[in-house]
């Protein structure tokens, strides 16, 4: 048999085997090695993340199974990148979507920037909070290191430490300060004792009616007679 006779059969031969399916070669009909012979058919050449062939199964392969890079260990996009194929089913480039240029960095799955005017990421206030620098007195925290006065109270970042029963920094009119909590704020009363007592607009828990007292000061009314509060 001669050389080139002997190169044709192999490349035809491996030709068939890629394709999964038998074949005739010079009227001769070669077995399917999928079912027959080693696993070098359908099955070697089935989706596999991290072959560097994009198949239609997956969103992106990159040609390995690694994080961090942007195609993930199941061939999925990872959160801030974008994957793109030279051609149909080759290997996907794949390269951050952020601009560090800009300032942007990717938070909880997004691009954002301490200042783009918006807010988004981690922030508790635009452009501040959260990734970004530390919030003015007034705005939304979560924490105090949101605020540069490093106080956070009420959900404000707050002029002072704020947490005592009768004074908040949320009130309406002056949020960001911290003050007494009027005496007709009733939802207070549960901070003062669960509706013995209530605040009295002056920072102070005073008992209501009917609940034991020694002087007129003890109660919110101001009166005590027979020892509870009128």
């Given amino acids: 048999m001669s050389r080139e006779h002997v190169g044709r059969d192999f490349f035809w031969t491996v030709a068939c085997a890629l394709t999964g399916y038998g074949c005739l070669v010079e009227g001769e009909y070669l077995e399917d090695l999928v079912s027959h012979g080693p696993d070098v058919g359908v099955s070697a050449i089935a989706a596999r993340c991290g072959d560097g062939i994009r198949h239609d199964t997956e969103a ?6 690694a994080l961090g890079d942007g195609c993930d260990t ?4 990872e959160p801030c990148f974008v994957c793109q194929e030279v ?25 954002v920037s301490c200042t783009d005017g918006v807010r988004n990421g981690s922030e508790t206030d635009v452009d501040c909070g959260g990734s970004c620098g530390a919030c003015a007195q007034g705005a939304p925290c979560g924490s105090e290191a ?12 707050c002029n002072e430490a704020c947490g005592a029963a009768c004074v908040r920094c949320d009130l309406q009119g002056s949020v960001g300060i911290c003050a007494y909590v009027p005496e007709n704020e009733t939802h207070e009363d ?18 209501v009616a009917l609940q034991a007292c020694a002087v007129g000061i003890d109660c919110l009314s101001g009166k005590c007679l027979g020892g509870a509060c009128q």
């Fill in 60 to 65: 992106c392969d990159d040609g390995n199974a």
């Fill in 74 to 77: 199941t061939c999925a996009v």
């Fill in 87 to 111: 051609l149909p089913g080759a290997r996907s480039r794949c390269a951050p979507q952020c601009d560090a240029a800009v300032g942007q960095s990717c938070v909880m799955g997004a691009c």
């Fill in 146 to 157: 949101d605020c540069a006065s490093g106080f956070c109270s009420g959900g404000v970042c």
């Fill in 190 to 207: 549960h901070a003062c004792g669960g509706g013995t007592a209530a605040c009295d607009g002056k920072g102070a828990c005073k008992k």
